[in-house]
């Protein structure tokens, strides 16, 4: 029932006709799920109480949308009006029905409305999603041209409802504000202020804009620029990284976001003016981690056939001795002053892809690149990439044909102790034979590997550690692991698997959805035990308004 979406409820009847003799489209009865005893033969005993299979991209057959709905009289030629509505199977097709009167197509709808319904008040009821919905942004975003795109049948007890029912409550008694901007939101990224407050920065095509937490509708511009793509914030270095038009450029927050909500344009600001770190529209994406106990900005650069990495460190500037003092003694001190400034940026190093590069993921001592033939494992010390997973084994053929022409979206470490559980839990049910090896030590350490319809596990050789892979419902644009689950980005939904069973525990439907932030980037995770209030680095996610489809959607989601 949860992949089951009401597409669309109320669209213009349309007339079926034969093209050169071809004899009318039968007509078979089909039940409508969720409906009771009663209902059924109520249908069943109405003329028009079945729905038509009709299909549309075949010669024969054809059906001409009319403007004015005719009303039921049992003519011929009103038989061949027919009702339509589309049910959407998340991840695989849309299908459109047809019902002979209006009535029944309404009744159709509020069956299926009243089945879903249920089942998200089942699922509240039971505490059974792993993840809750905040809303950012409300009203603040629309698109910049009519997008064409229908309202989303919302139900009623679903995550999103729920999320989109507290913003109106809380702001029941107050005007809507009109959109603070007018473009596609691409990117988001939450931190923490050096005053201790937590704010949430948006990019869009036409600039970044700024909202403390918790103010849905309070949104303003801060930087004026042009088709921003990623941004990530780097407290330790009271630092801003961001894509604009194609460049990578680092701001000082001081000068984003002021102490005390000053306006961004300060008589000082020339003295911390924006610091380009690439040349002019190059950089295709950027990836912010620790390697090697360095914080390391890792950007792409692509000429013709190769992909160009280029690694830069900023050069902290520590604080004075007597305000580390001052700040151990508990008196209040902001970030900056905690950690020092960032004026510089330090060439680190780079390397040479001769694919693609699509994504990179930093660990401990080592990256992983994902390119367009696949993952890399890759040592700055010696660069020299070795290609995981190994399928050079016989009973990795079936996984080897399922990998051919997916392209790879992330690699990510799981729990050693709950790798090793669940792997042994899903080797059970396979009856291949199975690599896995569930001994001690680092013999049990799991990595997935994520491609856009399935992923694969493998140990810290890149070898194949279970028999099976992991099959997904959509085709992901982006992914990634948060809280033990892995979380896949369709166009059309959002996918939430427990990372180590495979188990599908969540489905977010919308339109037009997108990831804006991945939780990975940025230093929030280490200011949990400064007493800054921010829990870690949450994910976010763009859509169409479901309600209102001139309005773009931000929300968070938090795990429960």
């Given amino acids: ?42 249908l069943s005993s109405a003329s028009g109480g079945t729905l038509t299979p009709v299909t549309t991209n075949t010669t024969d057959n054809t059906l001409v949308r009319t403007a004015t709905p005719t009303t039921p009289g049992g003519t011929a030629e009103n038989d061949k009006i027919l009702y339509p509505f589309r049910i959407k199977h998340l991840g695989r097709e849309t299908y459109t029905l047809y019902a002979s009167r209006a009535e029944d197509r309404r009744l159709w709808c509020d069956k299926i409305i009243e089945a879903k319904t249920k089942y998200a008040a089942s699922q509240f009821r039971q505490n059974a999603e792993p993840f809750t919905l905040r809303v950012i942004a409300d009203a603040a975003f629309a698109h910049d041209a009519w997008s064409g795109h229908q309202k989303t049948v919302l139900i009623k007890g679903t995550s999103l409802w729920r999320a989109l029912d507290d913003v109106e409550r809380r702001y029941a008694n107050m005007t809507k504000p009109s959109p603070a901007c007018r473009a596609r939101v691409n990117c988001a990224t939450t931190f923490v202020q050096a005053d201790g407050r937590i704010k949430t920065l948006i990019g869009t095509e036409y600039g970044v804009y700024l909202c403390e937490s918790g103010s849905v509708r309070d949104w303003s511009r801060v930087l004026i620029l042009q088709h921003v793509t990623q941004m990530a914030v780097l407290e330790e270095f009271n630092l801003l990284v961001l894509i604009a038009d194609k460049a990578l450029i680092a701001y ?22 924006p610091q380009k770190l690439s040349g002019q ?17 890792l950007y792409k650069k692509k000429e013709g056939l190769q992909s160009i990495i ?13 305000a580390l003092r001052s700040s151990r003694l508990g008196h209040r001190t902001s970030l900056s002053t905690f950690y020092g400034t960032t004026e510089t940026f330090r060439e680190y190093d780079e390397f040479v892809l001769p694919n693609d590069c699509v994504n990179i993921s930093i660990f401990t001592s080592s990256i992983a690149v994902a390119t367009s033939r696949g993952f890399e494992i890759l ?34 470490r799981l729990s050693s102790d709950e ?28 990595f997935i590997l994520v491609y ?8 810290k050789h890149g070898e194949i550690s279970r028999s099976v892979h992991m099959e997904f419902l959509g085709k992901a644009k982006a992914a990634t692991l948060v809280s033990g689950m892995l979380v896949l980005v369709d166009s059309d939904f959002v996918e939430i698997r427990d990372a180590q069973s495979g188990v ?45 489809e001139r309005y773009q959607i931000v929300v968070e989601l938090v795990p429960n």
């Fill in 379 to 412: 040592n700055l010390d010696k660069k020299s990439p070795f290609p995981i997973p190994d399928l050079t084994a016989p009973h990795t053929e079936n996984i080897r044909k399922r990998l051919e022409g997916l392209t790879p979206l992330g690699m990510f």
């Fill in 419 to 446: 790798a090793t559980t669940a792997g042994a839990r899903m080797n059970h049910y396979s009856a291949s034979p199975s690599n896995y090896t569930t001994t001690n030590g680092d013999t049990a350490m799991e």
């Fill in 281 to 297: 529209k190059d950089v295709a994406f950027f990836t912010v981690g620790r390697l090697k106990d360095r914080t390391l900005i």
């Fill in 1 to 42: 029932m949860r992949l089951l979406e009401l597409d669309s409820t109320d669209e213009d009847p349309v007339v079926k006709s034969s093209v050169r003799g071809v004899s009318a489209i039968a007509t078979a009865p089909v039940r409508p799920p969720g409906t009771s005893s009663s209902n059924r033969s109520a």
């Fill in 504 to 548: 599908l525990k969540q489905i977010v439907a919308g339109k037009d959805v997108r990831c804006l932030d991945d939780g990975r980037g940025g230093g929030g995770l280490e200011l949990m035990g400064m007493g800054m209030g921010l829990k870690g680095k949450t994910l976010k996610i763009a859509m169409q308004h479901p309600e209102q």
């Fill in 310 to 322: 280029k690694i830069s460190e900023p050069v902290l500037q520590r604080a004075s001795t007597a």
């Fill in 452 to 459: 856009e319809q399935c992923a694969v596990f493998v140990n």
């Fill in 252 to 273: 000082h927050l001081d000068v984003v976001c002021p102490i005390g909500g000053g306006h961004p344009t300060t008589p000082n600001s020339f003295k911390k003016a």
